[in-house]
């Protein structure tokens, strides 16, 4: 089996930051795509940012120049800094990973509270 832990939510002031992390374990032979996505309450849970194994990235438009996705493959780690926080990004963000274990399986992590307010 495999765990994603994330950690690293919190409430900061508009404008602040935040990193969040997430940790893969278990029976993990390697991770194709590890992403980040958010979901706030009354809406659909939406991507944030992706990132292959080859350090490949996709960001949503509204997080580019904001948001950086990067990823430690030693530690099957993936982190989100968020710079510039607005009160629009307050959600509970997600981690998600694409990993072969037995064969490829799409896991998530069981979310950290991200909340933007004054």
């Known amino acids: 089996q495999v765990q994603l832990v994330e950690s690293g939510g919190g409430l900061v002031q508009p404008g602040g930051s935040l990193r969040l992390s997430c940790a893969a374990s278990?029976?993990?032979?390697?991770?194709?795509?590890m992403g980040w996505y958010r979901q706030s309450p009354g809406k659909e849970r939406e991507l944030v940012a992706t990132?292959?194994?080859?350090?490949?990235?996709n960001y949503a438009d509204s997080v580019k120049g904001r948001f950086t996705i990067s990823r430690d493959n030693a530690k099957n780690t993936v982190y989100l800094q968020m710079n510039s926080l607005k009160p629009e990004d307050t959600a509970v963000y997600y981690c998600?990973?694409?990993?072969?274990?037995?064969?490829?399986?799409?896991?998530w992590g069981q979310g950290t509270q991200v909340t933007v307010s004054s």
């Open positions: 990132i292959t194994s080859r350090g490949r990235t």
């Open positions: 998600n990973a694409d990993v072969l274990s037995v064969t490829y399986s799409d896991y």
């Open positions: 278990g029976s993990i032979f390697s991770i194709n795509v």
